[in-house]
DNA sequence: CGATCGGTTGAAATCCGTCAACGCCCGTGG
DNA sequence: CCACGGGCGTTGACGGATTTCAACCGATCG
């Protein structure tokens, strides 16, 4: 549990040398964060809209939701985070939200202090790190208005499911093409932007065509035909070539 | 014209320091930054969808879209910019985008090199302006989500008016009630996520609620009404306090 | 003067949300 | 062990929201 913390930091670091070369000492100086690691369970507000944050979150384990809410209770998930990746990162520069944090799973969490990071931050490469993925951050979010205010319901399940299918294999955790999901249907339907009961006839359509969630497990038997059906194309996650599917 | 190059830049510089502090040197780097004017028509394409780019855009007038395409040829608007904005900062840590810019009317542009701006991100609270800048830039973004993902249709179009009026205000054109949105109704259509026949429409129960938009000219009569009706929450536009409506 | 673009309107088809009910699984408590 | 309840998934029927297809009009421009 203690080593949860180097382990959490290790992959922050890993993180960030996908996108920007670091030297030895930049590395250290991110192994050295203070940190502290927090279990949280599936269902509960790590960051209620509107507060102040004075630290920023790491994910070890499990998945989390960032999202908005109506006046009516009801929920919009603007992004998920999947292990290995800092949801907050931006809360650094930008520390009074809009939003809220949700462990969408039960979730192990890495909470760094903004200020440590803002420190780091001096240091011109690693300020440059931040940067590029809050940018990668946002890339997504672009991605995602693009996918939630276009498709039909079909290509946007599918989308977001080719979309976290990349981003679980790059965390290690299964591959593009079966991998765990640990989330409702009526979260995922949060995700995409529609009720559960029509993402539940969208899920059955898409199990026609070989993609299926059963029992929060993605299964995508033929990866290349989802990724045209969703009309998938991987640029925007910044990530390195030999990490993305073949054109 | 040769003044325009000045006169942009100090408008870039207005906007980091909206939500960073900057000493006199650091505000004289920003003005000193190499940059080239031009001048772009309507309908445009600054740039083109997978394009690598080695130049940040700012807007000293008209109107920037930055779009994503589909197989079809419609295009999705996942983000706007108005005159004082940079549409592209976060080019400069991830210069391969998986979008388009797209002058929405004519436009006067500000073109700085990245290798500049990098440079200039050595320093310690530039880089952090710049950042805070992409932070805000996804913030916003991340609003876009959940606007366009729930769902009515009247309450979207309210809400990127509210926004847009707020940003029009801050550039110094018109006033949050009353600007000049210099697109067409099948622009706004593509912004919002909605064909422009059904846009007409919304518009037209709008106007019954006094938001109208005629004659590219956005007039909202009771901007505190229509706030409430787009549930419009000004937060995530990360603006200092005084620039926003009163609570 | 014709052509094109942007806006407007109508009618039909489709997608999607709402309401409601049911079944399954699993944990809890009797 | 069984009864109960709640969360989750599933399905049907209905209505409303949105798209699609189509036509028309006014303004602008060559």
Known sequence: MPDDRQRGLEMFLQRLLLRTQLTAEEQDAIRALPARVED???????????????ESCMIVSGLMSRF??????????????????????????????????????NSRLLFVP????????????????FWCDTAADGSI????????????????????????GLRMELAGLGSRSEFELPMTQAQLADAVGMTSVH???????LAAKGVTFVRKQVCIAD???????????????????????PA
Chains 1, 2 share one sequence.
């Open 114 to 129: 903004h200020a440590a990071l803002r420190d780091l931050a001096r240091n011109a490469s690693l300020a440059l790190a």
């Open 40 to 54: 949280v369970r599936a269902g509960r507000d790590v960051v209620v809209p509107g507060e102040h944050t004075s």
């Open 141 to 164: 979010l672009a991605k995602w208005v693009a996918n939630i205010g276009r498709a039909q319901a079909p290509p946007r399940v599918a989308h977001l499911f080719c979309e976290l």
């Open 223 to 245: 990866w290349k035909a989802a990724a045209e059906l969703a009309e998938f194309e991987p640029t925007y996650l910044v990530l390195p070539e030999e990490t993305l599917p």
């Open 68 to 105: 908005d809410v109506l006046l009516d209770g009801r929920r919009q998930t603007v992004a998920l985070y999947v292990p290995g990746e800092m949801c907050d990162l931006h809360s650094v520069p930008v520390p009074t939200a809009g939003w809220g944090l949700e462990a969408v799973a």
């Open 199 to 205: 993402l539940n006839r969208t899920l059955k359509a």
